[in-house]
């Protein structure tokens, strides 16, 4: 049996589609050697390697609201902090280091200092996780180890497929939840225009390297149509989608293993 290798793509709250696609795979009795993850995809892998079940984690997010992740913030680097979103983290995995995770995990953060990416697989998990779901200007950079500013990875690394490679993966499966850039209304506020601003970039970056598709046994995108990845709802939609893919991908994945 090769090693399976499951990278997590970042998504907002269409990431919950991850959580699904999770359920659906351990019922099938697949269950992934490594697993990386970007923002919403780290926050999810990160409790998976950590051992909470996808049902736990969908008990955790479903009924959630903006206000219970994150609040205003002083801070000149963003208009909010991540403080109840870390919070709730530990309320379900609790304080883990990454050496005390049931599945190896790494997880991508940009590094603004050094405008490259920063692969985070040592200290404390949660911290990670919530470096590498910071959306510039909205929340306040994060600082993780050597590393000093971080902000969201899907800046850079959308879905976190490299790394896997290194960690020991011999079949690449890659959930990417936000697909191709959609056409979009936008407000004219200062938000709603860095938010798509931001998906415009890394939409592009991540179509620009396609071309490491060749790396990847499996690229898969649940079908979550128009859901905003910004907007806190639909979380059971997204979550049934991601089942869905899964339970549909399950024999091949099997078969490439």
Known sequence: MKKLGLALGAGGSRGVAHIGFLQALEEEGIRPDFVTGCSMGSIVGGCYCAGVTPQAMKDAVIDLKLFDLASLSLNRGGLMKMDKARKRIVSV????????????????????????????????????????????????????????????????????????????????????????????????????????????????????????????????????GSMDQYAVRDLDFAYEKGYELGKAKADIIRSLL
């Not at 225009?193 to 592009?204: A, N, Q, S, V």
Request: proline share 4%; with cysteine.
């Open 93 to 224: 995995m609790g304080e883990k280091n990454f050496d005390e995770l049931e599945i190896p995990f790494a997880c991508v953060a940009t590094d603004i200092i050094k405008g490259r990416v920063a692969v985070l697989r040592e200290g404390s998990v949660v911290d990670s996780v919530i470096a590498s779901s910071s959306i510039p200007g909205v929340f306040t950079p994060a600082s993780v180890g050597k590393y000093k500013m971080l902000v969201d990875g899907g800046i850079l690394e959308r879905v976190p497929t490299r790394e896997l490679r290194r960690m020991g993966a011999e079949v690449i499966v890659a959930v990417d939840v936000l697909g191709n850039l959609m056409v979009k209304e936008v407000k004219g506020n200062l938000v709603d225009t860095l938010l798509r601003c931001i998906d415009i970039m890394d939409t592009r970056t991540t179509q620009r390297k396609h071309i490491m598709r060749k790396y990847v046994d499996l690229w898969l995108e649940p079908k979550l």
